[in-house]
């Protein structure tokens, strides 16, 4: 289709001037990216997208991923010119103000028409894998013969600082493997990153790079409207495989100064963009100008997305009447709804269960796969360890766009990435495993997962030295206390099978942010001295008392995970008087009322010991300058995992003698 090119190059134009206009205000933010990719925006919502600005969230829109979010003015020039509500003239002149909906980087839940949470380069690539996957596995599950309710495109917008990124690299090999063409990324390739020009850090052919890793890609001149259209037209095209168009743009077009040099990267050119706007043809007295005639050509398009919406509306409502079930699942799905009997639906563990708490969780998994059709799982290479597979749910792939398990190779980071953008897409409910100790490979995913409220699921295992024999290297004694410290994490450590169903449990009720499941290799026992229920229970409030004392209360002992059996045991050796509280979950526990939290932990008994197979920094909160902490502040070893929790003092023995020795 032939394009209003006058029009649409008035809007790119007027789009540069809003983004210079308003980093010249805050004297902060990056205008290259906004400036040199006017003309891809243009084309984008002037022509190319389908979205509608009153229905924000609609089902079927094509997602808009800015993974350079410092470029944010950007997105946010292009949504106040399509007609987004939220986004009216004031809130780009309140670019990164306290409280406005124009931050410095582009934030979920914070703008309407912002589909991630970006600015950690590379994130919006992996972010937009994981919306083509779920919108993949949409289209499978609830397309019919006789209704196309899902059929749209991920478009990602990234640049060199984007692609130099491993977890962008991760997640795009990963798109490459699993044919996911219904994904667009738009490389924006001006040859220049923060620091210097490109070709000082990078000389690869991106090009024939992607080709090899099973992607199509076009070359063509970014600032050329049409030829950026054909290009995205041949992309939407089916091939069996995610299409890259390399954008040769000029950074900073419009400012001549710094135009093409790393100076424009940021607010370099802010001070010369009086005689810039006036080269642009835009008035000289006027800031935050937008002509009546890009107003009116966004209002005569606007009609058509409506008219676009409207049509699609009719398809839906008439599938929602000949599939009543499906219907039902799909809107109990976006809305993030879960059993409220959930618990009861997972069977109990014999008395006499001995597992370690990864298999607990394979086998609660089934359960609540059964009773969550939206829950999709997933794992790094991992699923004979980590066992997270869900049983009756196949394998996700080209073939079987259906499936309910994600093999994402050895890509730790671009698994979490890519968990993000099913999360933040909101059909499905992701979870993806891997070893606790490579939490670390996943933290900044995980960080933004916690920032932007998702509830994704971790299920990591091998939580402790209890890994035994592969020593040091793949002994978390320090990771778990580093992902407590997250805010909005909430890290479940539960103790044995039962508490391990009350985790999971837990981790499914909780849809304002992400849920960390840390699970042992080594067999627990069941901790049959305390009820079923109490166990289950007891972790939706991240504490209780598991061992209530018999007499009137001296000691509390702590701990959480595979130590909480040494607690109960040590209480044993004590006699009457002591009391064993289970804190599987901090984020939980501290999240409860005061009175709550001085009914487990009276604060009139300040004598106290903890135990935990990790750091001992973070449980002083607990036990106080009274206290005692019996962890491991030292890295593990290599040797059985019984004999290195026993070396490292891991033992009911060392709870007893610290208690003697208060």
């Keep these: ?24 205000k805050c004297a902060s933010g990056h205008l290259g990216l906004p400036l040199g990719c006017a003309e891809i925006g243009a084309v984008l919502w002037g022509h190319a997208l389908r979205y509608n600005p009153n229905e924000p969230k609609w ?93 749209s495109h991920i478009i990602a917008l990234a640049g060199d600082g984007c692609m130099q990124e491993g977890v962008a690299m991760e997640a795009i090999a990963f798109a490459g493997h699993f044919k996911l063409d219904n994904l667009i990324l738009i490389y924006d390739s001006n040859d220049v990153t923060l620091d210097a020009m490109a070709k000082e850090t990078q000389s690869e052919d991106a090009a024939r790079r992607f080709e090899a890793i099973e992607w199509s890609v076009q070359t063509i001149d970014g600032n050329d409207m049409q030829a950026f259209l054909h290009a995205l037209e041949r992309a939407k095209v089916g091939t069996g495989k995610p299409h890259l168009i390399i954008a040769k743009t000029i950074i900073g077009q419009g400012i001549p100064e710094v135009a093409g040099t790393a100076k424009a990267h940021g607010e370099g050119g802010a001070k010369f963009v009086d ?18 005639g890009t107003r009116e050509f966004f209002v005569e398009h606007g009609k058509q997305l409506t008219a676009d919406y409207e049509a699609w509306s009719k398809t839906y409502q008439a599938w929602i009447k000949a599939n009543p079930e499906l219907a039902k699942e799909l809107d109990a799905s976006v809305k993030n709804e879960v059993p409220a009997d959930l618990l009861s639906r997972i069977p109990q563990f014999a008395a006499d269960a001995k597992i370690a708490t990864r298999k607990a969780g394979s086998d609660v998994l089934q359960a609540v796969a059964k009773a969550v059709p939206s829950l999709i799982g997933g794992s790094a290479d991992l699923y004979g360890s980590t066992l997270n597979y869900i049983n009756d749910g196949k394998d996700f792939n080209a073939g079987n766009p259906s499936g309910r398990n994600i093999r994402f190779g050895i890509r730790e980071h671009g698994m979490c990435g890519i968990l993000n953008g099913l999360a933040y897409d909101g059909i499905f409910r992701p979870s993806g495993a891997t070893f606790l100790v490579f939490a670390d490979y996943c933290r900044p995913s995980i960080r933004l997962a916690s920032l932007s409220g998702l509830g994704v699921i971790y299920i990591f295992t091998h939580d402790s030295v209890g890994v035994g024999e592969d020593g040091p290297t793949h002994q978390p004694v320090e990771t778990v206390s580093g992902l407590r410290v997250i805010p909005n994490l909430d890290v479940i450590r539960p103790a044995d099978p039962e508490e391990t169903a009350g985790a999971f449990a837990a981790a499914l009720q909780r849809t304002n942010g992400p849920t960390l499941l840390s699970l042992t290799r080594q067999v627990l026992p069941n901790l049959n001295e305390v009820p079923v229920q109490t166990r289950r229970e007891g972790v939706l409030k991240g504490a209780y008392v598991a061992v209530k004392e018999t007499g009137a209360l001296k000691t509390i002992l702590l701990s959480a995970g595979s130590e909480v059996q040494h607690a109960v045991a040590a209480a044993k050796q004590l006699g009457e008087g002591v009391r064993v509280v289970s804190v599987p979950s901090f984020h939980r526990f501290d999240a409860q009322p005061q009175a709550y939290k001085d009914e487990v932990l009276p604060p009139s008994c300040r004598r106290r010991v903890a135990i935990e197979a990790g750091v001992t920094g973070l449980w002083y909160k607990y036990v106080g300058l009274d206290g005692k902490v019996i962890g491991i502040d030292r890295f593990g070893l290599s040797a059985p995992g019984g004999k290195v929790m026993e070396v490292l003092g891991m033992t009911a023995q060392s709870v007893v003698d610290a208690v003697k020795s208060l």
């Design 59 to 151: 089902l079927n829109r094509d997602r808009f991923i800015l993974s350079a979010g410092h470029g944010s003015m950007f997105l946010y020039s292009w949504l106040h010119l399509a007609g987004y509500p939220q986004l009216d003239v004031k809130q780009v002149e309140n670019f990164r103000a306290l409280g406005s909906h124009t931050p410095g980087h582009p934030e979920f839940h914070e703008t309407l028409g912002v589909e991630a949470t970006t600015g950690p380069l590379g994130q919006g690539v992996a972010n937009a894998v994981g919306y083509a996957v779920s919108q993949k596995m949409a289209a499978a599950k609830y397309n019919t013969k006789d209704h196309t309710i899902f059929d």
């Design 275 to 292: 005689a810039a706007r006036k080269g642009l043809g835009l008035p000289e007295n006027e800031h935050f100008f937008v002509s009546k």
């Design 1 to 24: 289709m032939t394009l209003n090119i006058a029009a649409l190059s008035q809007a790119a134009n007027e789009a540069r001037g809003l983004a210079m206009d308003a980093v010249h």
